[in-house]
């Protein structure tokens, strides 16, 4: 026969089973809610997710033309902070080796006085 025990034994196992299934549940319905709003509200801010991707709402239609001076202006920006083959650059670099100084790190990254936009709006006034 089982003892007073073995009951309670037996008690507090199915409890601490139970209650860890319980809290598991708990769990998952806590995390799935919780996506669930934040998918909502990304959807407010125009953002919708699904199995299949990202899409993207906007307010702005943009054709050709803006779709490649928006690629000009980036391209623009990375030849303007870009230092190498800037012949300002290549010059000090290579009358402080003539010198016999070595260049610092400062002067290879000065800016030069004509910068990559201005080239290219002369280019582009030229045509």
């Known amino acids: 026969m089982a003892t007073w025990v073995d009951v309670f034994s037996l008690s507090v196992t199915t409890i601490v089973f139970v209650g860890t299934i319980l ?7 806590k995390l799935t809610s ?11 801010r125009g953002i919708s997710l699904s ?13 050709m033309e803006h779709y490649v001076d928006a690629t000009q ?7 303007d902070a870009a230092s190498f083959g800037k012949q300002d650059a290549i010059e000090r670099t290579s009358s402080r080796e003539s ?5 610092s790190e400062g002067d290879v990254h ?4 004509s910068t990559a936009s201005g ?9």
């Open 51 to 63: 199995d299949s991707g990202v899409s993207i709402k906007t307010d702005k239609r943009l054709d």
């Open 119 to 127: 080239i290219a709006m002369r280019k582009s006034q030229s045509k």
């Open 73 to 79: 202006r980036g391209m623009i920006k990375v030849l």
């Open 110 to 113: 000065a800016k030069p006085a």
């Open 23 to 29: 809290a598991v549940i708990y769990s998952a319905r």
């Open 99 to 103: 010198r016999g100084g070595s260049s």
């Open 34 to 44: 919780t996506v669930a709003a934040t998918k909502e509200s990304l959807k407010n």
